[in-house]
Every structure is written in structure tokens, then in C-alpha cells.
């Protein structure tokens, strides 16, 4: 089981090449490291790359037949999944001008054949070790560095993302807005301090009330949050912002300058669309606003 656990946790290679013994040779000195697959064409690896996900790197012969490695690179930088995995090129083409062509395409690296194992070896470490600090900083980036969930500019992604399965999909797509009531009196009695505390508070909450995988709590700015439930419809998303109500309210957080509760609260605004071609997700991000809105002048702490 373990031992499982720790493969799982191995780079994944993909190497492209339709010379077998070269791919043999490769995968064999690779496999004591990294999760190895292979690919005997440029139609298969995208076969196996639709399959198992985009790898961490990939080892990529250029002459092949049918489709060749620069083509292989070109389609492989222009799909958002696939455009930051690094390519190293492996070729008996080797002159300056192939090298400059490949690198030009994009790849990392260009290793000329016939080439010596270590060599390869150690490219293939150095290129792995960058990835994997670049995927780490690119999702940090993408952190609330107060509350730890998702920030602003992971949610704008995301709804993006999102709004075009939904139209694609012909799915329902639902967005909740959300801010913490009188927070600007709280932060003005208690301080700063307890009213990040505050804030963290409410966005672990928020997080953990929801259970699908695909649904989406982010922090929206100062005490607005936002949540994108896909394949949910009105009802549905009013179950999850009536959630988001009771849980905020039972951490019985103080809050003694609250006009609607002796504890901190939150007013919820909620929209549902399916979304249509002459929409945006902008729309949708007006209208849970709109409501959200209502839900303050109708009182607070409540779903509108
Ligand atoms: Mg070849």
C-alpha cells in the first residue's frame, strides 16, 4: 500500500519516440525514479495525455512518421493543459539550426542522440526539480495569503473555466456571494488583528461547507466571498447559502456592534443560470451581487 502511495507521489514521463529500443533504453534508466509512460507517436502520446492527464516532463523524438516532434511541441504549447509541461527534445537531428528551431518552439532542453544515459538522466532531474517549484509557486499565487482559500484571481479562472462547460454542457451553473455583516464596526472595536482572525475563521467555514469536489469557495476581497457551485441549479445553491448562513452564525463568534445578532453573521446573494451564448459570467457575477444587495437592505443575515 505504501508503496503505492509513494509511486503515486513520482514524476510522470512521457516519452515520445517510434524507434523502440530507443524508448526501451530510456524508460528502463528512467523507471527506478519517475512513473514512466511511453508513446509510439505523436497521436498516441495525445491518446495517453487525454487518458492519464498532462505528464511533468516529456522526452520527445523528432523525426517520426505522420506527425512529427516540432508538431508534436506546437499542439502541446497551444492547450492550456499541456502549455507548461516541459518538453526535451531527443534527436539525431542535431545541428544548431534544429536545436534553435526546437528551442524556439518552446522546449526546455535538446538532448542530441546517440546520447549517454546520465547525461539524460540528470536533464531530466533538473528539469523535473524547476517544475515542481514552479507548480508550487504558481499555486500559491493563486492562495489567499490571509485565509488560505483561493483568492480573487483563482476564482475569476475558475469561473471562466466553468462558465464555458456550462454552456458547452447545457448545465445549470450557480454563484453565491457573500459578505460578513457590519464587519467594518467589528474591525473598527476589536482591532485589526481579531478581525483577520475573524476572516479566517469565516473562510475555513465557508471551505468546509461544501463537499463536491467541483464546488468553489474563494475569497472575493476585504469580507466578500464568493462560492461556484457547477451542475447546481437555484434550489440546490439555496441549500448551500442557507448552509453558509447557519455555519457562519453557529461558530458563535462575538460580536457585540451587530444591529441583526449578538454574533457575527453573513448576508448571502445567490444566482442560477444556464448559461446562453450572448451571456458572460459577468452577468451572472452582477446579478448574485444584485442579490446579495437585497439580502443586506432586507435586513442581513439571510439568503436572497
Ligand atoms: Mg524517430
Redesign the pocket.
Known amino acids: 500500500m505504501s508503496d503505492n502511495i509513494d509511486e503515486e507521489k513520482k514524476a510522470l514521463i512521457l516519452i515520445v ?3 523502440p529500443t ?1 524508448i526501451q533504453v530510456l524508460a528502463e534508466s528512467l523507471r527506478a525514479d519517475y512513473r514512466v509512460r511511453v508513446a509510439g507517436s505523436g497521436k498516441a502520446a495525445f491518446e495517453i495525455i487525454a487518458k492519464v492527464g498532462a505528464p511533468d516532463l516529456i522526452l520527445l ?4 512518421p505522420d506527425m512529427d516532434g516540432y508538431e508534436v511541441c506546437r499542439r502541446l504549447k497551444l492547450a492550456p493543459e499541456t502549455k507548461n509541461v516541459p518538453v526535451i527534445f531527443v ?1 539525431a537531428k542535431a545541428d544548431t539550426v534544429d536545436e534553435e528551431y526546437g528551442l524556439n518552439l518552446g522546449a526546455v532542453d535538446y538532448i542530441a542522440k546517440p546520447f549517454h544515459l546520465p547525461i539524460v538522466a540528470a536533464r531530466v532531474r533538473n528539469h523535473i526539480n524547476l517544475k515542481i517549484k514552479t507548480d508550487l509557486l504558481e499555486s500559491q499565487v493563486m492562495l489567499d495569503g490571509l485565509t488560505n482559500i483561493p483568492n480573487r484571481r483563482r476564482f475569476d479562472e475558475t469561473l471562466e473555466i466553468e462558465w464555458k462547460r456550462a454552456l458547452r454542457d447545457g448545465m445549470p451553473l450557480s454563484l453565491i456571494m457573500l459578505d460578513i455583516d457590519y464587519f467594518k464596526r467589528y474591525n473598527d472595536h476589536y482591532g485589526h488583528g481579531v478581525g483577520d482572525n475573524c476572516l479566517k475563521k469565516v473562510a475555513a467555514s465557508l471551505a468546509g461547507s461544501i463537499d463536491r469536489p467541483s464546488d468553489f469557495v474563494a475569497r472575493y476581497g476585504g469580507e466578500e466571498f464568493v462560492a461556484i457551485l457547477p451542475d447546481t441549479d437555484a434550489t440546490g445553491a439555496r441549500v448551500i447559502a442557507e448552509r453558509f448562513c447557519s455555519h457562519v452564525e453557529s461558530m458563535k463568534i462575538a460580536h457585540g456592534f451587530s444591529d441583526v445578532s449578538n454574533f457575527v453573521t453573513v448576508s448571502v446573494g445567490l444566482a442560477s443560470v444556464i448559461p446562453t451564448i450572448d451571456m458572460t459570467p459577468t452577468d451572472l457575477l452582477s446579478r448574485a451581487d444584485e442579490r446579495l444587495y437585497q439580502a443586506k437592505e432586507s435586513g442581513r443575515n439571510r439568503v436572497c
Open positions: 519516440d517510434d524507434t530507443n523524438d523528432v523525426m517520426m534527436t
